[in-house]
Structures are given as C-alpha cells and as structure tokens.
C-alpha cells in the first residue's frame, strides 16, 4: 500500500474523531454560557404576583428589560424544574447575574421584604390605601379585613376596638403578605409593645390598654407637639377621675367623619353617637385613629396637676393655654374664639 494512501485514511480518521469532539465541545460551550454567562441587564424588584404562571415571569423578565437572553433563561429554567414551581412575592435582582443565580433565587422564594412605613392615619380606609401602596392586595382586600368583626372578636377586641393593635411606626413585610397575614403581624407588634412595664404603668395610672390607646388618639388630635402631650393627656385622665364629660372636640369630628372641621359649633353637640364626649361620659368605645407611639407614651407618662381644661393658644402655635378653673378657662377661649374671628374661621 502506497504512503500516500496511508496518510489519506489517517487524515480522515483523525477528521472523523475531532467532528464529534468539535460538535460536542460547541455545544457544551453554549450550555455553559446558557448557566453561567451574565444574562441579567439591571439591578431591581421583581413582582410577581399571586397565581403568575412561568409566562407572566417571563412577560415580566422581559418588559422590565431585566434579562438580555430570554431563550437561555427559559432553557435554564426547564432544567432547574422552575417552571412549574413559581412563588409570588418581591424579588431583588442584580445586574450582572447569570440564569443559574437568577433562577435559584426565584425557585427558592428568596424574598426582598418591602419596608412599611405608615402614620397620621384616621380611618379605615386611609390605612387601606397606603397598605395597598406597598404590598401586593389592594385597599378593598386591606378595609375588608380591618373591619372583620369576626377577626377582631378573635384576639379579643370589638370592631370599635380593633384600631388599637396597629400602631403606626415602619414595619418589614414581604410584599406579598395578605391582610390577614397583616393582621397578625400586628397583632404581635402589639403584644411585644404592650410589654409588663406599659402596663403596669397604665394599670398605675387605673386604666387598661384600650383606654390609654383612646386617649392617645384624642390627644394626638388635639396637638402635633410631643413635649406638651402629657400636660393634654394629664386633663383628660383628671376629668375621667371626677367623672366629667371629656367634651373632647376630636371626638365630635370623628363621629361627624370630618375632620377638616375648624371651629366646633354648638349644633355638631347634638349627633347621636356613642364617641360624642359631650353627651355621653366616659371614654368613647374605642380610638378615634391610629395612635402612634409618641402618642401613647404621653399618656403613660401623663402629667400630674390640677388643670381641667385647655384651650389652643391665639397665637396659632398648635401649643395651648391650660386653666383650672371655669372662669379662667372662658377667658383663654374667648381670646382664641377673637383670633379665629380676626381670621375670618367660621366653621
């Protein structure tokens, strides 16, 4: 056989054995690129809500401009077994990661909690809606269940009562939680602030933490200044010990539903309504809103003197002048009563 001829077959044999060695080399490269290359374009939150299949993932993955390579996405998340294992909630994706990092992220539920900050919040409703700003229900869902009588019932409280457990302060929820799962978040807020030292000082002062939380609301109505909230609360508690009618004009606002009102007139005295301080005595059935920490402290810490009324200064400082007798009192509200004149506050 002639040398030629030898060299020939070789020639092919060797391109026979590198063809596959080539192919299966390319493939594995594409693979390993498909894993491991930098696919994700973006740093940011990924929402995926409740009950979104692999398609809304993926819809969301691509208009959110997070990924480059939607295809070695999907292939990558077939062989990790994601598509059928998708779990809502909020996800931080970072900028420069591969599909193996993004997809392990999502499959495991590695949730980003949301921070929730909410306060001078009055009703219901308004605490509906800045809960739905920041976690995935909407503010239906949120009012709904702030207003469940069968779950305020449950830990203890009435429907009037309920408003006590949430105490505004910035909380970390992942943003998936339900408003049940609200709920019980405050739930135990609540318990853990309501700690044995609270309560012995309210137990001091002869009232229960209900009671302490409705007067903090009132007085937090009453004045955005921290240092004077004591001396407010120290009036309230006072007219409570003799048995007076609070004639807490807050009150009178929450049971008319508005509290744009500036001057209290002797006709809103009148309304039939259990938080109406001026008909009934006594504490009204429960807060008037949410009241916040600086709030409830004050009443803890409440002072002790002999004042009996209070009345906002003329100046419009938001401080207040505070009296003990009737007489001094008609002085300090027919000063106030001249600046809202001058100032042409008529209602």
């Not at 739905?132 to 869902?141: C, F, K, M, N, Q």
């Not at 405050?186 to 229960?208: C, I």
């Not at 009324?309 to 400082?317: G, L, M, N, Q, T």
């Amino acid at each position: 056989m002639k040398l030629g001829a030898i060299s020939g077959r070789r020639k092919w044999l060797l391109i026979l054995l590198l063809v596959p060695v080539f192919f299966f080399g390319n493939w594995g490269y594409k693979r390993y690129k498909a894993i491991f290359q930098a696919n994700v374009g973006k740093t940011g939150l990924l929402y995926i809500r409740t009950g979104s299949g692999f398609g809304q993932v993926l819809d969301s993955l691509k208009s959110g401009n997070y990924i480059k390579d939607p295809t070695s996405f999907i292939w990558v998340a077939e062989r990790k077994s994601y598509l059928n294992k998708i779990l809502p909630g909020a996800y931080l994706v970072k900028k420069g990661w591969n599909n193996n990092q993004l997809v392990n992220l999502l499959r495991a539920g590695i949730q980003t909690p949301v921070k929730v900050t909410f306060n001078n919040i009055r009703f219901r409703e308004e605490l509906a809606g800045r809960l739905a700003r920041y976690l995935e229900a909407d503010s239906a869902a949120f009012y709904n269940e702030l207003n469940n009588e069968a779950l305020a019932l449950s830990i203890g409280l009435s429907c009037e009562s309920f408003p006590m457990i949430i105490i505004p302060n910035t909380y970390e929820f992942f943003w998936n939680t339900s408003p049940h799962d609200f709920v019980d978040r405050m739930k135990f807020e609540f318990d853990r602030f309501w700690n044995s030292a609270r309560r012995n000082k309210a137990a001091d002062l002869g009232l229960t933490p209900l009671q302490v939380a409705t007067i903090a609301s009132i007085v937090q109505e009453e004045s955005n200044k921290n240092d004077e909230k004591p001396r407010i609360a120290g009036v309230y508690i006072n007219r409570l010990k003799r048995g007076w009618f609070l004639q807490a004009d807050p009150t009178i606002k929450y049971a008319l539903g508005n509290y744009q009102i500036k001057r209290v007139l002797t006709k809103y005295l009148t309304i039939d309504s259990p938080y109406n301080t001026y008909k009934f005595t006594g504490l009204p059935p429960g807060p008037i809103n949410f009241p916040d920490i600086a709030s409830i402290e004050s009443v803890l810490n409440a002072e002790h003197h002999n004042y009996m009324y209070f009345c906002a200064k003329e100046d419009f400082s938001g401080y207040h002048n505070f009296a003990r007798s009737l007489a001094e009192h008609s002085r300090n509200a027919a000063k106030y009563q001249e600046a809202l004149n001058k100032s042409k506050i008529w209602r």
